[in-house]
């Protein structure tokens, strides 16, 4: 098992990464900040921790995959990247804009090192099973990490894939739910209500694991319980805040698809700003 | 009287023989593993043979994610359900990234017969068309479907195989050749230049036998491959024989007739005529009563050709 990173170290990484959605998103002009400010500790999680994976040999086979089925997400996912060392920081720069390897929903053709396209909904999780059964036949030890939005979850197909899952005992499969309960119409309870949430994915036949998505040990331990399941995939429940980190943003619909300008982005750099000290006098007393 | 077999058969003899040589072969079925004859393959191999359930979107995905490991899936279903049900999952999990999925639908057209409109395919040609990295192959009988069914295995890229339920006469050889994209002429005409695919193939022949009993030289062409399609025989065709009429057992609409009619509009215009299933759905009934009923025979064809023939002397005189 791998050492676990310091959290405060992870917490900052968390801040650096808002920060550098914000930037991309205000520099794009359009662009999705709730659900890719509401994943950042996930993917921080496993980008930082669990996922075996190495950016300077992108397409090793024995890497474990990560599939962005909440594909709008991807500001997140192409900022951990860029930090991980997968391209140019200042790539990100380029995001939405005409030539560009960061398409606007994450598109394979253009940047290769992803594992698939996403952005239209509830794809994801049937890919992450083919991956596992071929891994499986093959045998091959990887694993595949499957981030599902809440409002993904009206699709049909993530249920099918769902008990595709369980009837294949893909114990290499782990779905996170980034449950931050906003879709563009509304809050998931009142647009189309999940619940029971958990009750339904163990009815799939699924284990389930609940936790505070934004609480780094609650996540690190619920990646390593999978190392412990056999004969069944799981399922990460994670409760999250849209707009996480950004005051104005937090449970906001508003900020759902809508970028910042430059008066909110200069605004939101101060509160980050303002934990970031925050962060390092906490620090420096331990 | 010429061997008649389904091109469904010629399909799971092909996958099997497939999987022998390519241990890289997996088949996904969506419940119809008999009906696709992918059972064939399930029987031989049956650890590289996934039951997927009434689930054609899943399926699609699935299969996309076999690719992405270097596996080569087929994913056998009706062809209506195939393409319908999963338009958009094969256009972002497989088209978009090119991924070398094989999509196998039997049950295309109305032969289908007494299952009903819900179940004939009619639209599959005109939905993969539009979908950017898709190659659309139509056998036209059980040697050409072994043939393309081993041929889409070898070909880098997703592959919708269109197949059919019923018998159809062997109107090609063993040793005909069979290459993604090029057309297989077979029969030559100087008068009018039939293009055809599936069943649509024999008609076309019998029709031409007819026709050249009359002194009409007819030019026959089996366009298995749809997409990419090849410009190059078809717009010899239209500068040799001056006029074309297509043959599909499908919808008129963006099919193979609308496929030929870009080539031709775009490159050397001449009178051209389309015969398919007029813009309606099917109905149940026997398939030799439904090709009359929608005007699939070569007697339709033999009434088509005269009228397009007239049209091209009007158009010859007139330009």
């Not at chain 1, 992803?114 to 694993?143: C, F, M, P, W």
């Not at chain 1, 909110?264 to 925050?278: F, I, M, N, V, Y």
């Not at chain 2, 094989?102 to 979908?131: F, N, P, W, Y």
Request: glycine share 8%; proline share 4%; charged share 25%.
């Amino acid at each position: 098992m791998n050492p676990r990173p310091n959290i405060n170290f992870l917490k900052k990484e968390a801040i650096s990464i808002r920060r550098d959605i914000l930037i991309m998103l205000e520099q794009a002009g359009s662009g999705h900040p709730g659900g890719s400010l509401s994943c950042v500790e996930l993917l921080i999680g496993l980008y930082y921790y669990k996922l075996r994976h190495n950016p300077k040999n992108p397409y090793l086979a024995t890497r474990d995959r990560f599939i962005l089925s909440k594909g709008h997400g991807c500001p997140c996912l192409y900022a951990v990247l860029a930090r991980q060392g997968y391209f140019p920081k200042d790539e990100i720069l380029t995001l939405r804009k005409v030539g560009s390897r960061l398409q606007g929903h994450p598109d394979k053709a253009f940047l290769p090192i992803l594992e698939t396209t996403s952005g239209s909904l509830g794809q994801g999780l049937s890919i992450s099973n083919g991956i596992a059964l071929a891994a499986k036949l093959d045998r091959l030890d990887i694993r595949v990490y499957c981030l599902l939005g809440d409002g993904e979850l009206d699709e049909g197909q993530i249920w099918e894939a769902a008990m595709t899952s369980s009837h294949y005992k893909l114990d290499n499969v782990c779905a996170i739910v980034d449950y931050n309960k906003f879709q563009i119409d509304g809050s998931v309870k009142e647009v189309k209500n999940l619940e029971p949430l958990v009750k339904k994915w163990k009815a799939f036949n699924w284990h389930a694991i609940e936790i505070d998505g934004h609480n780094f040990k609650e996540i690190m331990d619920a990646y390593d319980e999978l190392d412990r399941i056999e004969g069944k995939p799981t399922i990460i429940i994670a409760h999250t805040i849209k707009g996480k980190g950004v005051s104005f943003m937090e449970n906001n619909l508003d900020w759902h698809g809508v970028a910042p300008k430059r008066e909110h982005l200069d605004k939101a750099l101060k509160e980050l700003e303002t934990e970031e000290k925050a962060l390092k006098s906490e620090y420096d007393r331990i | 009287m010429t061997e008649s077999k389904p091109t469904r058969d010629g399909f799971g003899e092909a996958l099997v023989e497939l999987g022998r040589k390519n241990p890289d072969v997996v088949v996904l079925s969506a419940d119809l593993t008999s009906s696709t004859r992918a059972n064939y393959f399930m029987e031989v191999f049956p650890e590289r043979f996934f039951k997927m359930g009434v689930a054609e979107q899943d399926m699609i995905g699935t299969a996309a994610g076999f690719a992405l490991m270097g596996k080569v899936p087929f994913a056998c279903t009706f062809g209506i359900f195939a393409t319908g049900k999963t338009w958009e999952q094969l256009r972002v999990s497989v088209c978009s990234m090119k991924l070398n999925v094989k999509l196998a639908g039997s049950h295309g057209g109305i032969t289908v017969g007494a299952d009903g409109a819900t179940h004939q395919a009619l639209e599959e040609i005109t939905l993969m068309r539009a979908l950017s990295n898709m190659t659309i192959l139509i056998p036209c009988d059980y040697i050409e479907a072994k043939k393309a069914t081993l041929a889409a295995y070898s070909f880098a890229g997703p592959v919708y195989l269109r197949l059919g339920k019923e018998t159809v006469p062997i109107v090609t050889r063993e040793d005909d050749p069979f290459e993604i994209g090029k057309a297989n002429i077979l029969r030559e005409g100087s008068d009018l230049t039939i293009i055809a695919c599936g069943i649509m193939v024999a008609e076309a022949l019998r029709a031409a036998d007819e026709l050249e009993k009359k002194g009409i030289g007819i030019k026959v062409i089996n366009l298995h491959t749809i997409k990419p399609i090849d410009n190059k025989t078809i717009i010899d065709a239209a500068k040799h024989t001056g006029a074309i009429l297509t043959a599909e057992e499908h919808t008129v609409m963006g099919g193979l007739g609308g496929a030929v009619a870009e080539v031709v509009v775009r490159n050397y215009p001449v009178p051209m005529d389309i015969v398919g299933v007029n813009d309606t759905f099917g109905q149940s009934g026997k398939p030799h009563e439904l090709v009359k009923l929608y005007n699939l025979t070569y007697e339709n064809l033999i009434e088509r050709v005269k009228l397009l023939i007239r049209r091209k002397q009007g158009f010859r005189s007139k330009y």
